[in-house]
């Protein structure tokens, strides 16, 4: 089971991307556990993610959140504006995906 943590500035509208890529897993056949946490909450969650996504909101973080997840061997980066405007959960989840794979 793959663990993809979002984080955005509260967590509401990251929800909703969260929605789109399991609807996104589930149609690949791919056993994930997503959820999204508000950014006070994203350094304590990443100890049971395999890959963190932020918010484009939150690019300012990446690299404060890189820090820890480089010592919990968890891969951290933005998510696409783009992407993200459009609710867009296949390119999302494809691109956690893609972290995953890089970290193998």
Known sequence: MKHILLACASGMSTSLVVTKMEESAQAKGIDA????????????????????LIGPQMRFMKKKLSKVGDELDVPVDSIDPVAYGRMDGKTILEHALELLEREL
């Open 33 to 52: 556990r997503i959820w999204a946490v508000a950014q006070d909450k994203a350094e304590t969650e990443m100890k049971d993610a395999d890959v963190l």
